[in-house]
C-alpha cells in the first residue's frame, strides 16, 4: 500500500509517473489493467490516456474511435460505480463499444469514478477485471484509501494542463451560484441518477443533460428514452430526448 501512495505522490508531480501508478494500482487491486482518461469538454475529445495492462496494446483505438461510442464514461461521476451495474447487459449485448473494444481487450467488468470535473476537462479512471475472473472483496476497501490521493493526483494533473494555474473542481468545491444535479434515464423504464453531480448552473446541468443524450443516442440502444435533468429538491431543469 505504502509503495501506490509513493506512486500517487509521483504522479501528482509528474505526468510520467501515472504509468508507473497504475500498474502498482494492478498488483494492489488483482486487477488486469486500468485506465486514466483525459477528455477535453470543449472539443468532446480525449486530450490523453494511459492505458496499462489489458487494452493497452488497443488505446489508439479508444481514442481515436471507441471514446465517441463510450456510454459508460459520461454516467460516471464521483462515486466509483461498475460497468456491469451501470449499464443493463441488453444495452451492453447491442453496444459496439463493449463487443468490438471491451471484450476484444479481454475485459469483463470495470470498476470506474470521475476523479475530477472541471470547466474545461473531466479525468476519469477505470480498473478492469479480465474476462473470467471477478473483483475480489479486498479491492472496495483499496479503492476507499487510495480515492483523495487519487483525486488529487488528477487534479495537479489539469493544473499542469491549465499552464500550472489552479483550477476549480466542481466534484468538491461548490461554486458560489451552482448546486447539485441529476440525470435520470426513463421510458417507463427508470434508471434513476442517486449521486449527481455538483455543477456552477442549471445551465451547465442543461448541457450536461444533452452530452449525455448524445453519447447514449451513439449507442443506438436507448431510442426513445430521455435524459431528465433535475435539482436537488427533485425538480426538472431539461428534459432532452435520446434521438438515434
Not at 175 to 202: K, M, Q, R
Not at 228 to 241: E, S
Amino acid at each position: 500500500m505504502q509503495s501506490l501512495l509513493s506512486t500517487l505522490h509521483d504522479a501528482a508531480m509528474s505526468a510520467d509517473a501515472w504509468p508507473k501508478a497504475l500498474q502498482r494500482l494492478m498488483d494492489e487491486a488483482g486487477v488486469a489493467g486500468a485506465a486514466l482518461i483525459v477528455t477535453n469538454k470543449t472539443t468532446g475529445m480525449v486530450d490523453e490516456a494511459v492505458f496499462c495492462g489489458l487494452g493497452a496494446e488497443f488505446k489508439s483505438r479508444y481514442v481515436e474511435t471507441y471514446a465517441a461510442l463510450d456510454p459508460y464514461s459520461p454516467l460516471l461521476d464521483a462515486r466509483w460505480s461498475m460497468l456491469s451495474t451501470c449499464l443493463p447487459e441488453e444495452l451492453l449485448r447491442r453496444s459496439e463499444w463493449y463487443n468490438e473494444f471491451v471484450l476484444s481487450c479481454g475485459v469483463r467488468d470495470i470498476l470506474g469514478a470521475r476523479l475530477t470535473d472541471t470547466a474545461g476537462h473531466s479525468v476519469i479512471l477505470g480498473a478492469h477485471q479480465r474476462i473470467g475472473r471477478h473483483f475480489s472483496q479486498d479491492v472496495e476497501p483499496l479503492i476507499a484509501t487510495i480515492t483523495e490521493p487519487l483525486r488529487h493526483a488528477a487534479r495537479c494533473h489539469l493544473d499542469r494542463l491549465n499552464g500550472g494555474q489552479p483550477i476549480g473542481d466542481p466534484q468538491t468545491t461548490k461554486p458560489a451560484d451552482g448546486g447539485h444535479f441529476f440525470f435520470h434515464i426513463e421510458n417507463g423504464t427508470n434508471y434513476p441518477d442517486e449521486c449527481g453531480s455538483v455543477l456552477p448552473s442549471p445551465g451547465h446541468a442543461a448541457e450536461r443533460g444533452q452530452t449525455i443524450a448524445r453519447e447514449l443516442a451513439r449507442d443506438g440502444g436507448w431510442s426513445g428514452f430521455s435524459v431528465v435533468v433535475t435539482d436537488d429538491r427533485g425538480r426538472t431543469i431539461t428534459r432532452v430526448p435520446i434521438e438515434s
